[in-house]
């Protein structure tokens, strides 16, 4: 028996189900298929299996477990501990110094992993022992590693830029360009609040002691600088070079990165066996959450055109009326709020492939509106009561930094997250000028 059902009865079901706690990659399926069965009869389970296949057989996703495998290999290396504590002693004159040096790690491990959990776990359990010690405020030392993590969701390699491209069927080389102004515009922005912070309260960011700093001079110095930047840099030439100058596609580039994090980590001689299993199985796990979600947001977009949800929705919009610049202020409003209760990728699976062809319809361009979204689901990792980001470093902080710390340290990040959203809204060449003058 088929039953006629409102397309918008599909989401109601499945943000209920969400909200009420159920895991996201079985909710997504799960809805899908009562509501195609109920919609479609027994001739739903012939379609199903052909769409997940056209899915998993897309070249570009290969890109996601190759750039997980080369995040998480990275982060065993080590070399992010002899960033983080090159950098403070660079800096360590500076008021903020320890500060302004991990906004700097997390921006070359964002160039170089892509991964936030990694990145944010990997900082909290070397700077925030360390930053606490110095006597910066723990306000102030979650806020910037937390921050200084999710940078990885802007900064490419990125994936959930890949995961947009894949979605909204926009070439991820452009995404990657396209992200570049605005991702350094956030750090920029980052870099200058720690140093008014500092500034304005000292106590809160004191400069590193004098006796670390005697220790940092001559010879040794440049040695150890060398040391811990020219491996993350060569990396991130390998992948993100590759890609800029057309020689690798952004899965070639995922591959060369995989190696070339694997490389690393044998020079450094942490490359074991042992290691080489826990990568391994990391991977597969993350991968595997990625691609379950991706198979029941398949069937999702399945059930939901079938039902007529694609064309309800137009011409509801179309009919309204809406100036473009409306309908775009609504889902940013829409994913932002989205991203206090769900994570950026199903919202990738579930808003966005909704959303796109209307935009397509109203002649905005999908890759700076990719842009967008990578920035608005960028504050998904820090806003409560689930920012993913806030829960990593919870698990790594030490007894004395309280939720209500890194709640309170998040809040001047998050507001500069919207300013740049509203930058790159106001002025779209900040997303599309330099695709323009590579000539992509």
Avoid at 57 to 66: E, G, S, T
Avoid at 82 to 99: F, H, N, V
Avoid at 135 to 145: D, Q, R, V
Avoid at 372 to 393: D, E, H, K, M, R
């Amino acid at each position: 028996m088929i039953i006629e059902l409102n397309p918008l009865s599909l989401f109601a079901v499945l943000f209920v189900l969400l909200l009420l706690g159920f895991p996201v990659a079985f909710t997504l399926g799960g809805v899908s298929l009562v509501f195609g069965f109920l919609t479609f009869g027994l001739d739903f389970f012939n379609l199903l299996p052909m769409r997940v296949w056209g899915v998993m057989n897309n070249y570009v996703m290969m890109a996601v477990p190759l750039f997980v495998f080369m995040g998480v290999m990275l982060e065993k290396s080590g070399l992010a501990e002899d960033l983080l504590e090159t950098m403070a002693l660079i800096s360590g004159k500076i008021k903020g110094g320890l500060a302004l040096s991990v906004l700097f790690v997390g921006l070359l491990l964002a160039a170089s992993t892509g991964i936030v959990g990694a990145t944010v776990v990997t900082m909290g359990m070397l700077s925030l022992p360390t930053m606490l010690k110095r006597g910066y405020s723990p306000e102030l030392s979650a806020g910037t590693i937390v921050a200084s993590g999710t940078l990885g969701q802007i900064i490419p390699p990125s994936i959930v830029l890949v995961l947009l491209g894949s979605v909204m069927n926009v070439p991820v080389g452009d995404l990657f360009i396209g992200a570049l102004v605005p991702g350094f515009l956030l750090f920029g922005l980052y870099l200058v609040f720690v140093a008014v912070f500092a500034w304005l309260r000292p106590g809160s960011a004191p400069p590193m002691p004098d006796d670390l700093m005697a220790r940092f001079t001559g010879k040794e110095k440049w040695m150890r600088i060398g040391k811990a930047f020219v491996p993350p840099v060569f990396l991130m030439i390998a992948v993100l070079g590759t890609i800029f100058t057309g020689i690798a596609s952004p899965t070639e580039a995922a591959a060369v990165g995989a190696l070339g994090a694997t490389l690393l980590t044998l020079s450094q001689g942490k490359l074991t066996v042992l290691t080489l299993k826990q990568v391994m199985k990391e991977t597969t796990f993350l991968t595997s959450m990625v691609f379950i979600i991706l198979a029941g947001a398949a069937a999702f977009g399945l059930v939901f055109r079938g039902m007529g949800g694609d064309h309800y929705l137009s011409s509801l919009i179309l009919g309204s009326d809406l100036e473009p610049h409306h309908f775009l202020l609504i889902v940013m409003l829409v994913v932002f709020i989205a991203g206090f209760f769900i994570d950026f990728i199903e919202i990738c699976f579930i808003i966005v492939p909704v959303v796109a062809p209307i935009f397509l319809k109203m002649g905005v361009d999908l890759t700076w509106l990719g842009i967008l979204l990578a920035v608005n689901l960028q504050t998904s990792f820090l806003t409560p009561p689930f920012g993913f980001a806030l829960f990593y470093l919870k698990g790594v902080a030490p007894p004395e930094v309280t939720t209500r710390h890194i709640y309170k340290g998040i809040i001047p990040f998050i507001l500069i997250q919207l300013l740049v959203l509203y930058l790159v809204m106001e002025f779209p060449v900040l997303a599309t000028g330099l695709i323009g003058l590579t000539g992509n």
